[in-house]
């Protein structure tokens, strides 16, 4: 009889173990949609029937990937709960046959993992009876779902703390990371480690060798038993007991509201469903996943945190350009300046992009503190296991250092990363252009100055362009590239190229005073200069922004930036845009008294050995503000937050902006614009474009002119249109 073919999974028996390799059909990763899911239950349920089948392995025939999770463009499109209550139930059922394929037909199951095995991926992992992960530096492991605004709805909020320990699961699914295969052997997720090329032999070696053997192997929490270190006798008192179990919870559930302010429902959502799970059973706990899942996949919170998961994907596949230009080729890139920026750029240059680098400052002690800068970069990694300590050595030697240009006579990039001067940028571009060949990009790394400001009077203006990048930029996940009508197109593809190796998301904006990511932040922070001149505090301006979304309070990073900088930035904005940004005359008279942040250990907050502390009380008497007044969090948050989509919307408008997605994205990944709000494009479509201009020409009637509506949103407003 013939055996049965299938679209998305290739199948083979031997000598009584099936081997099933996922190869999801027209996609370049496997993920679970229906159809993907309905085919993986025939094969379940030929395994549970044919007696033939001893014994069951799961890989894939993808490299690279294991199961990266369910489909979420299919998960996007589910808006009745009670239809992704009965999907996500049959997933879960689907889920619980594999791991019964051993503990009530006696068959063992392998999960042979390699590349991302995360969500829905690690949960059928997790039924299996056996993990065996590759140590490819693309094995990943994880529950990353609260990323995207839900919770495991596989069974993984509850078999990840019988696996791993209560403790260790609710670090992982409450906080989304990966983890890599090593650590993942050792807290109990994978029972073994080996190199890809040998995988499935292993897992076919155990697979044989757990025929006939019972289900249950030892629980993360009983290979806690045999360490018996005080951090694991500590644990044990805490998952142990039902006194330590609360506290654990507890403890637990005033962390995450503390972190996320309330605004992101799905990390609470699954440390229920956990709590469930221990206090009142598995089923209870089954029952309690599917429930907070349902509930939360059709949630605005989660529709917001899909699309930008969708918006950043497709960005990966952007080139930034609409036409046919090639990025050339890039192997040696020049950085001028060993700052805070410049350092965070080579390190770039190097841990990701695998680039040669030629750092040039004006001293060799700067050349110097550059080095190490990388170098502790990578030695944190060698700590983690993420490379070897030969690994590392070697990306040191890609590193060169100068205080003169000798050796930039082959570098295909050179990025400037020097003080934010407009006649030193200028001077560095003529330089560059002496000692280097037609074929160089001059990359300038500016927050503010018009690029085409910086190319006036260059030999080869086509082949400057901005990289904006954020600090640190080791850390920080954007890159915004600016454009001027002289850019040529290859130079743009090969700067967006060279910042997807970088590791970044990539961003391609038309050039202006500020770009966007500065000049949107603009009228936002200026506002905060107009709240305190009324006498509105500074803790209260921080903490209904905070509580808005964003990770700090505007007062805290115009600390953190430098008030110095600010003022400067703002007096820049305000030649450009008029009275709309004029600067509060604040600012200024904090510089003058000396206060310029954190870095000085003297601005709006206190700070003791670089530690920030409260408010500086002083700062009121040097601004001269009236007593302080009471001012609800909703007005502050609606004052300062409109400002910003507004500012969005004008640069959708004048061309800035290629599009809304790309305001999105650089609002979050650049600025902490909030991301369960989607981006301001995102947040504007939510509230409505009408219910927005209506609340702007409120503000506009009280406070004057910077709060006029944006004509792209009147027009949005009459039509009904929106923007994503």
């Given at each position: 009889?013939a ?109 042979a993992?390699?590349?991302?095995c ?78 890809s ?25 009983e ?5 018996l ?16 179990r ?23 959502a ?20 599917v ?7 059709t ?44 350092s ?6 190097t ?11 004006v ?36 590193i ?143 903490t ?21 900088v ?83 919307a ?60 944006a ?14």
């Amino acid at each position: 009889m013939a055996q049965p073919t299938y679209k998305n999974f290739t199948v083979t028996v031997d000598d009584g173990v099936a081997t099933v390799l996922m190869d999801k059909a027209d996609s370049p990763v496997n993920s679970i949609s229906p159809d993907f899911a309905g085919e993986l239950a025939e094969i379940i349920e030929r395994v549970e029937t044919d007696g033939d089948i001893k014994a069951l392995v799961i890989g894939s025939s993808k490299r690279n990937n294991f199961l990266a999770g369910a489909d979420i463009p299919w998960l996007f499109t589910l808006e009745d709960s009670s239809d992704a209550l009965e999907l996500i139930t049959a997933g879960q059922g689907l889920f619980q046959r594999i791991e019964d394929l051993h503990v009530k037909h006696g068959k063992p199951v392998v999960a042979a993992i390699d590349g991302a095995c995360l969500g829905g991926g690690c949960e059928l992992a997790l039924a299996a009876s056996i993990r065996v992960a590759t140590d490819n530096k693309k094995t990943l492991l994880g529950q990353p779902e609260v990323k995207i605004g839900v919770i495991p709805g596989g069974g993984g909020t509850q078999r990840l703390p019988k696996l791993v320990g209560i403790t260790t699961a609710l670090d992982l699914i409450l906080t989304g990371k990966n983890i890599r295969p090593h650590k993942a052997r050792k807290i109990g997720l994978v029972d073994e480690v080996c190199p890809s090329e040998v995988l499935m032999a292993v897992a076919t070696k155990r697979a044989t060798s757990a025929i006939g053997t019972k289900a249950k192997g030892p629980s993360g929490l009983e290979r806690l038993k045999g360490l018996l270190s005080p951090q694991a006798i500590q644990q044990l008192a805490l998952e142990e007991t039902p006194v330590g179990r609360n506290l654990l919870f507890s403890k637990a559930e005033e962390k995450l509201l503390a972190t996320t302010g309330g605004n992101y429902p799905a990390p609470v959502a699954a440390l229920r469903a956990i709590r469930v799970g221990i206090e009142d059973g598995p089923d209870a706990g089954y029952a309690a996943e599917v429930e907070e899942f349902s509930k939360l996949v059709t949630s605005p919170e989660a529709k917001a945190l899909m699309s930008v998961f969708f918006a950043s994907t497709e960005l990966k596949k952007d080139t930034g350009i609409d036409t046919d230009a090639l990025p050339r080729d890039v192997q040696n890139v020049g950085v001028l300046g060993a700052g805070l920026m410049g350092s965070g750029i080579t390190t770039v240059n190097t841990v990701k992009a695998g680039v040669r680098t030629r750092l040039k400052d004006v001293s060799d002690e700067g050349v110097a503190k550059g080095l190490a800068y990388v170098r502790r970069v990578l030695d944190k990694q060698v700590k983690r296991r993420w490379i070897t300590k030969g690994e590392a050595d070697r990306a040191m030697f890609k590193i060169t250092g100068t205080t003169d240009f000798s050796g930039f006579g082959n570098i295909d990039v050179v990025i400037e990363a020097v003080f934010e001067d407009l006649d030193l940028k200028r001077s560095m571009v003529a330089e560059i252009e002496a000692v280097t060949p037609d074929t160089t990009i001059f990359a300038t790394n500016t927050s503010s100055i018009p690029i085409t400001q910086i190319a006036k009077g260059a030999k080869r203006p086509g082949n400057i362009i901005g990289m904006h990048y954020f600090s640190p930029v080791e850390k920080m996940p954007l890159l915004e590239v600016i454009v001027t009508d002289a850019t040529e197109d290859w130079v743009t593809a090969t700067c967006v190229a060279l910042g997807k190796r970088q590791g970044l998301t990539v961003i391609v904006v038309s050039d202006g005073t500020g770009f966007y990511t500065t000049r949107v932040l603009a009228p936002y922070m200026n506002e905060v200069g107009h709240l305190l001149e009324e006498g509105v505090a500074i803790e209260a301006i921080d903490t209904a922004m905070v509580s808005w979304g964003f990770p700090v309070g505007p007062i805290t990073l115009t600390d953190e930036v430098g008030i110095d900088v600010g003022a400067k930035i703002g007096k820049i904005m305000h030649a450009a845009f008029g009275d709309r940004l004029k600067p509060v005359a604040g600012y200024e008279t904090l510089v003058k008294d000396g206060r310029y942040g954190r870095k000085n250990g003297r601005g709006f907050y206190t700070y003791t050995d670089g530690k920030k502390g409260g408010v500086d009380e002083s700062v009121y008497k040097v601004l001269g503000t009236p007593a302080r007044i009471d001012m609800d969090a909703e007005e502050i948050q609606r004052r300062l937050g409109l400002l910003f989509v507004n500012e969005a919307a004008r640069c959708l408008e004048e061309g800035i902006l290629r599009s809304a997605r790309d305001g999105d994205i650089g609002a979050i990944f650049g600025l902490g614009f909030p991301p369960f709000r989607g981006g301001p494009f995102a947040h504007i479509d939510h509230v409505g474009a009408a219910a927005v201009v209506e609340q702007l020409d409120e503000l506009a009637a009280e406070h004057g002119d910077r709060y006029q509506p944006a004509q792209i949103l009147r027009t949005h407003a009459a039509d009904g249109t929106t923007f994503r």
